[in-house]
């Protein structure tokens, strides 16, 4: 069962910006850790943001540090990543995922959307 769903997304000139959402199709998690992976063909999948149940923390990739944002409405159920100064190998599929504890593991989180594919041209 999907428990989330992902929107936005889709294909950008390397350099442009993206901004994802997603939204939460059984439960809005309020009171759960959410975070952004993502995936290429092939590789195992790869943290990218959190952020704790408040917002009031927050961590990131190695990889996107500087570059993207992760913020989320406890009141619509909703987490956001703003993507800036995308680069071709940010193309990925991209999840979102909710969890009791907040971390970059992917075993911290139980509850994921289907993906969103982001392709940025080089």
């Known amino acids: 069962q999907v428990h989330m769903v992902e929107i936005g997304g889709g294909l950008v000139q390397a350099g442009g910006s993206l901004s994802l959402s997603c939204a939460p199709s059984?439960?809005?998690?309020?009171?759960?850790?959410k975070a952004w992976f993502r995936q290429a063909p092939g590789k195992e999948r790869e943290f990218v943001a959190a952020i704790n149940w408040s917002g009031k923390i927050t961590s990131y990739g190695d990889s996107v540090k500087g570059r993207f944002t992760i913020s989320r409405d406890n009141a619509k159920g909703t987490v956001d990543l703003q993507m800036n100064s995308l680069k071709h190998e940010d193309t990925d599929v991209y999840y979102c995922?909710?969890?009791?504890?907040?971390?970059?593991?992917?075993?911290?989180?139980?509850?994921w959307g289907q993906g969103t594919q982001d392709t940025v041209s080089s």
């Open positions: 995922a909710a969890g009791k504890f907040y971390g970059s593991s992917r075993a911290n989180y139980n509850y």
């Open positions: 059984t439960h809005t998690f309020s009171t759960y850790a």
